[in-house]
């Protein structure tokens, strides 16, 4: 498996008004935006040709991933050597490639703007709010349970009960393996009534090419949008397909509370930050009672 996808068409409402001109997926976490870890994470499962869904104003992340000469040069000239090496390995990490989303139609049409790029090969799908930490192979794992299955894989997490409303719910039985299970059925953004269970699809999928002819058969659904969840929900029903549970740290940043998370926690354990970070923060917690 080589490609990946990355629908990053959304508008980031969430995060306006730093996101009127600045895609969401710019904001930086530390100093990287959130889309390099995501990038990263495909480039370190061996997945080296990135496809970026993207929309009307969104090209500053095709920028981010390009040479930059002018740049470059100026920190050439003043010696600024880990500078210099850290924006040019940005254009050898992976070989990008970019389609748009002309409408809105909803995650299950922007997947399906990639059928013409991925073709019949498998492929990953990566959502670019969840960054799934970055000193774990969980990709990997995903990979390998699509190699030794051939059916569709999903990130599956175990979310408070009031937070289902906000995702893609499975219902399931026992995986084959440790850490998986086998889903019969998923029901996108359920009611807490109608959720089946509390764990859900979180934005890592492994898909067979044949996803796309499931996704062009997919009708509208929640929103009036073409769901990934309901084309996932169709093969489910054909044959169970299997959910890797996220046992590892991950963060929402299309959240705000989760974007300062992964800030704090990826901050902390950066050398020659994270010491000085935490002695801050013991003193800002214990200033508020904390
Ligand atoms: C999407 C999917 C949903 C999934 C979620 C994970 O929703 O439609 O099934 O649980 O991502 O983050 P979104 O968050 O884009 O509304």
């Known amino acids: 498996m080589r490609k990946a996808v990355l629908p990053v068409a959304g508008l980031g409402t969430r995060f306006l008004p730093a996101t009127k001109t600045i895609p969401k997926e ?76 002309p409408v809105p139609l909803g995650l299950g049409h ?8 991925v073709g019949d090969e498998s492929f990953a799908v990566l959502l670019g709010d969840d960054i799934i930490d970055p000193e774990e192979a969980f990709l990997e794992r995903m990979i390998a349970a699509h190699e030794r299955t051939g059916r569709p894989v999903v990130a599956l997490l175990e979310v408070p009960w009031e937070q289902v409303s906000l995702y893609g719910s499975a219902t399931v039985a026992p995986g084959e393996v440790d850490g998986e299970y086998l889903i019969t059925d998923l029901i996108e953004k359920p009611t807490r009534e109608e959720a089946p269970s509390n764990l859900c699809v979180i934005g890592r999928y492994v898909l067979p090419g044949s996803a796309f002819d499931v996704l062009r058969r997919t009708p509208p659904g929640r929103g009036d949008e073409i769901q990934l969840t309901d084309a996932l929900k169709i093969m489910a029903h054909e044959e169970p397909i299997v959910g890797v549970v996220v046992d590892v740290p991950r963060f929402d940043t299309g959240d705000k509370l989760g974007y300062l998370q992964a800030c704090v926690e990826l901050a902390a354990r950066r050398e020659g930050l994270g010491p000085d970070l935490l002695a801050w923060l013991r003193g800002f917690l214990a200033e508020h009672g904390a």
């Open 26 to 101: 710019m904001l930086p976490v530390v100093d990287k935006p959130a889309v390099q870890y995501i990038v990263e994470e495909c480039a370190r499962a061996g997945l080296d040709d990135v496809l970026l869904v993207t929309s009307t104003g969104k090209a500053a992340m095709e920028d981010h991933f390009d040479r930059r000469l002018d740049l470059e040069a100026a920190l050439a000239d003043k010696g600024k050597d880990d500078d210099l090496a850290a924006v040019r390995e940005l254009a050898e990490l992976v070989t990008l490639h970019a389609v748009r989303q």
């Open 110 to 117: 922007a997947v399906l703007m990639a059928a013409e790029h």
